[in-house]
């Protein structure tokens, strides 16, 4: 039976990740098997020859097909786990790091020990801890079976690779990180609960609570902390929450007029808060949008590595329809002073993220550098990719030579129409201008965004 603190290591956010991709996976198979079908069958040849190659590629669109139906079992298996296993340990988690402390303690084997009062808040919480535990293993047992089995049928029948990628994928969902450390977990549960009154409880919660985390756990920061602002909106309440980083892909950059060091990684539905230049969250669970800056690093081969951060620049509109626009500039702290930069190489941008029935989207303009990622996660913990974006350049002068320019993402400056007035009433029309947005402030004291009113003669 797995311990108290193994359950706090779980990360199971891969499994919806994996369920995406076999899918994908699934439906390329679908579609190659009957483009190779239909090409054999076309062509215009008679006699056994053609009777042959049909018979073949009948046998192996039939085997391509029971190949996908492999992977959509996977794919079900994964989401299942995903969806059944989330909010158990968010709630295990959320207890054994709010009520865990000496007096009390808690055993191997989910023993509960210290509690003098087992009616007051704290003991009915950690009475539940058992039960609790019970049923994620009983989860945990049964997708657990359904995913070995879904990979035994990928073992007799599916490529090599592909199994060995999906495999891959599952193997690391319980990894042992840095993220998992029961300090960083209980660093990040504070910051969400001196915001919000409660202790995060949701996977919602808990990615929000991770962006809030004050402190750097990179060695690479030397200890220096984040800057994070905050705008309080109005939740749309179905639409989790929206994660945007902006991260560089390379491990060393020049960024005017120094190098720098990178994030050293690709792409990442799962991507940690630190491991980026910026991250942008908007909470539509909790009403909230965090603008985070991470700490600038001088790249070591230019003499001892020096750590530094500056304070992100954020102005936050709403509409009515619970759109978001978020203004924002980030300048790095190595970067020459803006006197002496008349280009402007800050990490900048006005993004629009928008709730539909089919998910957010997201349109705006913002610059060239560095990469983009934007995911969404439903509040059962399911996640999927709302936009991926290269930097224009990917080699070291990237920032230096792209930071200034900028180019439109998705509809661009049009997705600005509800934010803005148009005071029109005869004679010299004057230009339309942005209503007054919140200027993102201290986590400490984050301000309400204004709401933007409604067109005249809209109820």
Request: hydrophobic share 40%; aromatic share 8%; proline share 8%.
């Amino acid at each position: 039976m797995p311990t108290p603190l193994q359950v706090l290591t779980w990360d199971i956010s891969g499994y919806a990740t994996t369920a995406t991709n076999a899918t994908q996976i699934a439906d390329a198979i679908v579609k190659a098997s009957g483009t190779m079908h239909a090409t054999i069958h076309d062509l215009l040849w008679q006699g056994a020859a053609r009777q042959s190659a049909e018979a073949k590629a009948d046998a192996e669109q039939t085997q391509m097909r029971a190949i996908a139906t492999a992977y959509d079992d996977l794919a079900t298996a994964c989401a299942g786990a995903a969806n059944a296993m989330a909010d158990l340990i968010a709630t295990i988690k959320s207890i054994i790091l709010n009520y865990v402390h000496p007096p009390v303690s808690i055993g191997d084997d989910w023993s509960i020990e210290g509690v003098e009062d087992w009616n007051s808040e704290a003991g009915v919480q950690l009475s539940r801890l058992a039960g609790l535990a019970s049923t994620l293993f009983a989860a945990d047992a049964e997708w657990g079976a359904k995913i070995a089995a879904a990979n035994g049928e990928l073992e007799a029948m599916a490529p090599a690779t592909a199994l060995a990628a999906a495999n891959a994928v599952i193997q690391a969902d319980k990894k042992n990180d840095t993220r998992a450390d029961p300090e960083r977990i209980r660093t990040s549960a504070a910051a969400f609960q001196q915001m919000f009154g409660h202790p995060p409880t949701s996977p919602t919660d808990w990615a929000t609570a991770e962006v809030l985390n004050p402190k750097s756990y990179d060695p690479k920061y030397q200890n220096i902390g984040p800057e994070i602002k905050v705008v309080r909106i109005n939740p749309v309440q179905g639409q989790g929450v929206v994660r945007a980083a902006e991260y560089i892909e390379r491990g060393d950059v020049f960024n005017f007029p120094s190098w720098d060091r990178g994030d050293g990684r690709t792409n990442d539905m799962n991507f940690d808060p630190e491991h980026a230049r910026v991250t942008t969250y908007v909470d539509y669970e909790n009403g909230v949008v965090v603008m985070r800056q991470n700490p600038s690093v001088t790249n070591p081969y230019l003499g001892d590595p020096e750590a530094k951060v500056a304070e992100p620049q954020a102005d936050v509109w709403q509409a009515g329809d619970g759109s978001v626009r978020v203004q924002y500039r980030c300048k790095n702290p190595f970067a020459a002073p803006d006197a002496l930069d008349p280009w402007d190489h800050s990490v900048n941008g006005d993004l629009v993220f928008s709730p539909g029935s089919d998910g957010v989207s997201v349109n705006g303009i913002r610059t060239n550098y560095p990469w983009l990622e934007v995911y969404q996660d439903a509040p059962n913990g399911a996640s999927h990719t709302v936009a991926l974006e290269n930097a224009k350049t990917g080699d070291a002068l990237g920032p230096a030579t792209n930071l200034p320019d900028h180019h439109n993402v998705g509809f661009g400056a049009n997705a600005f129409r509800p934010f803005m007035e148009y005071p029109w009433s005869g004679g010299d029309l004057p230009p339309a201008r942005d209503y007054p947005g919140t200027a993102a402030g201290p986590v400490s004291n984050p301000p309400m965004v204004h709401q933007i009113p409604l067109p005249k003669g809209v109820a």
